[in-house]
């Protein structure tokens, strides 16, 4: 039983210590703040549907840098967090004249149509001319493209109405490339976050 044990948890150090050599070693720049643009992330071209019901993707941002996240409508707790956020962030990016789009992907596409996703933006005062809402894709689909293109779970929960998903914002380059993510949630920065972008939108 201990030789069991020991094999499992070498097995486990192993996989942790991997993740550097699969994914790039990140470099941390505060509790707020990751850059990862030496890692490799790439995301997965894409077309699903907007808040207006209009086809919306990779077509449409090539040459602009883009900040993502992910969302749903009914979300009883992170989201909460995460969407106030992510708007106050968008209200000064439109205020100081920064170039950059916002996407949000529900992972609870049979639940979030395209109109439940524009009420919702709307309950939270989000600016249409530069944040797009997706859906119009399977549960299956949005959970291998969160873990292709973020490195992140999207996981419904036994017995809750709450989904496990990233609580990140994803920057995301010209060329379709993750370069940092900022923390949604806990550690969120505001200005450090700001400071960044412009450092990088500039």
Excluded at 118 to 146: M, P, Q, R
Aim: aromatic letters at 14%; hydrophobic letters at 40%; one cysteine or more.
């Amino acid at each position: 039983m201990k030789i069991i044990k020991m094999f499992l948890t070498i097995s486990i150090m192993l996989i942790l210590a991997s993740c550097g050599f699969l994914y790039g070693e990140p470099t941390t720049k505060s509790d707020a703040i990751t850059d990862i643009s030496e890692a490799g992330w790439e995301v997965n071209d894409f077309e699903y549907t907007n808040q207006f019901g209009e086809a919306f993707g990779t077509k449409d941002l090539e040459g602009e840098y883009w900040l993502a996240n992910m969302i749903f409508t009914s979300c009883p707790t992170v989201c909460r967090t995460m969407t106030p956020n992510i708007i106050a962030l968008q209200e000064e990016v439109n205020k100081q004249g920064l170039d950059l789009q916002f996407v949000s992907f529900t992972v609870d596409p049979d639940f979030d149509d395209a109109g439940s996703l524009k009420k919702y933006g709307e309950a939270y005062g989000a600016d249409f001319s530069n944040y797009h809402f997706l859906t119009g894709y399977t549960v299956e689909e949005i959970s291998t493209f969160a873990r292709e293109s973020f490195k992140s779970l999207v996981q419904e929960l036994p017995d809750s109405n709450d989904i496990m998903h990233s609580v990140n914002f994803f920057l995301v380059d010209g060329d379709g490339n993750v370069i940092r993510f900022y923390d949604g949630d806990s550690d969120f920065d505001e200005n450090a976050i700001l400071r960044d972008l412009k450092s990088i939108l500039r």
